[in-house]
């Protein structure tokens, strides 16, 4: 069974940079095909896909925000972390990890287990 | 960039047939997902590959993609079935996000 914990500190100042672990179960992040991305929600809007690292550590980025995020995967530790720099109160949200949907030996661009989100808010 | 549009907010009764679409540029020729989202909680997923039921997903849930728009359908609406519904496709692209979510939909049910 898969399982995604998301953990880190639910209050930040402007300008600081947040570091949000993700720690899994149930997958190994060096297997073929594996994938975790990160994911957010400002409060009453929309979801924003914001980076994700695959299995043979290739990594994507929203381009929007790439130069402020940097996303690492430690197999050894069953881990994914998430930088982002420069914490602006726009970047308040909740923020998830989510797990690459792979079923009946196809893998796709969609997420099928999401931690439960941990709430960052930014202010001084 | 690719846009996915929602309509904000949709209303049913219990017992109805609730239709929620996504629109974007000739999605019909892209995997489009639909998730539910209930407040605090996770999204689920509840539709993969534009037409496909997620794992556990009663079959009163249903879609499409044809053209230019995606439809979620749920028929015999529950109260259970409130929630915010966000659609998402992905783009190739190495200059806009590759995953991209609708605005979401927010079904009340009445």
């Known amino acids: 069974q898969v399982t995604l914990k998301e953990s880190g500190p639910t209050l930040v100042k402007p300008t600081q940079a947040l570091t949000l672990t993700c720690t899994f179960s149930?997958?190994?992040?060096?297997?073929?095909?594996?994938?975790v991305a990160w994911i957010r929600q400002p409060p009453g809007k929309a979801l924003e896909w914001l980076a994700l690292?695959?299995?043979?550590?290739?990594?994507r980025y929203n381009p929007y925000l790439k130069s402020r995020l940097a996303i690492s995967g430690d197999t050894s530790k069953n881990q994914v972390v998430l930088t982002m720099t420069n914490m602006d109160p726009v970047d308040t949200a909740t923020y998830f990890c989510?797990?690459?949907?792979?079923?009946?030996?196809?893998?796709?661009?969609?997420?099928?287990?999401w931690g439960q989100g941990i709430m960052v808010t930014v202010s001084s | 960039s690719y846009v996915l549009t929602q309509p904000p907010s949709e209303a049913v009764a219990p017992g109805k047939t609730a239709a929620i679409t996504c629109e974007g540029d000739?999605?019909?020729?892209?995997?489009v997902y639909w998730y539910q989202k209930k407040p605090r909680q996770p999204p689920v997923l509840i539709i993969f590959?534009?037409?496909d039921r997620a794992s556990g997903i009663p079959e009163r849930f249903s879609a499409s993609n044809s053209a230019n728009t995606a439809t979620l359908t749920i028929s015999w609406v529950e109260g259970g079935d409130e929630a915010d519904y966000f659609c998402?496709?992905?783009?190739?692209?190495?200059?806009?996000?590759?995953?991209?979510f609708g605005g979401g939909t927010k079904l009340t049910v009445l």
């Open positions: 989510a797990h690459r949907l792979c079923s009946g030996g196809a893998c796709h661009d969609a997420f099928d287990v």
């Open positions: 149930g997958f190994s992040l060096n297997t073929y095909t594996k994938g």
């Open positions: 690292i695959y299995w043979d550590d290739n990594k």
């Open positions: 000739n999605i019909g020729s892209k995997s």
């Open positions: 590959d534009s037409t």
């Open positions: 998402q496709v992905w783009v190739n692209s190495k200059t806009e996000p590759n995953w991209v």
